[in-house]
């Protein structure tokens, strides 16, 4: 049963690019979440997403971020317009339905902006 | 709200002593969920245990052991005989429904 799947698992962009961090869930989990950790920082919850739906995004900032989970396909987290403090390691959680379960997260994507 | 406090951001102990790392946890709910997590160098996240809010037995998994207590919203988890491999930084992590909140994580060092 592979875990969760994560990619790129580096990816470097200029200020002002886009960055597209794909998320594959573990084969019976529907929930998806997506985390960012800063340098020297813990875990901060971003987004919340099950197929075609965001549940909660109350992590996400307003501008810039967006995330989907189509109904077929990965969960996309994507950032527009990158700047230096977007840099940061990304990591998506996948659960099953059920209040509660556990997240398992996948191996995370860096993101460096220069 | 939710909020998660692990009070020590660094601890460093020679192979083989005990460790302990804290947790405490501030919750409206009487239904809550506690995790813990390794992040290795490596990078990866590394699942270690959970607890729901009614279940306070201790559990002991090798040389891992966690004790609950919700008198005083605690989820402490100790390492008994600490091993180099046992460096990591540790997350404590809340749960009342599904978002979760991570405290700012213990870096342990463990020398050899």
């Known amino acids: 049963n592979a875990g969760v799947m994560q990619n790129p698992r580096h990816l470097v962009r200029r200020r002002g690019q886009e960055a597209r961090l794909r998320c594959s869930p573990m084969k019976g989990h529907s929930h998806v979440y997506w985390y960012r950790q800063l340098p020297e920082e813990g875990l901060k919850f971003m987004v919340y997403?099950?197929?075609?739906?965001?549940?909660?995004e109350s992590g996400m900032p307003k501008e810039r971020f967006s995330a989907e989970f189509p109904k077929e396909g990965p969960s996309i987290l994507r950032i527009q317009q990158v700047v230096r403090g977007d840099s940061a390691a990304y990591f998506c959680?996948?659960?099953?339905?059920?209040?509660?379960?556990?997240?398992?997260f996948g191996p995370g994507t860096r993101l460096l902006v220069l | 709200a939710q909020k998660v406090t692990q009070a020590q951001t660094e601890i460093s102990v020679v192979e083989k002593e005990d460790v302990t790392l804290d947790c405490v946890y501030e919750?409206?709910?009487?239904?809550?969920?506690l995790f813990w997590y390794k992040q290795p160098p490596s990078g990866e996240l590394v699942f270690l245990i959970r607890r729901n809010s009614f279940d306070e037995q201790n559990e002991i998994s090798g040389r891992y052991s966690w004790n609950f207590q919700k008198s005083t919203s605690s989820f402490n988890f100790t390492i008994t005989a600490s091993q180099v491999v046992d460096s990591a930084v540790y997350f404590c992590a809340l749960s009342e429904a599904r978002d979760m909140r991570f405290g700012a994580g213990t870096r342990l060092t463990v020398k050899p």
């Open positions: 919750t409206r709910d009487t239904t809550y969920y």
């Open positions: 997403l099950q197929k075609e739906n965001i549940i909660d």
């Open positions: 959680a996948s659960s099953p339905p059920w209040v509660g379960e556990t997240q398992y």
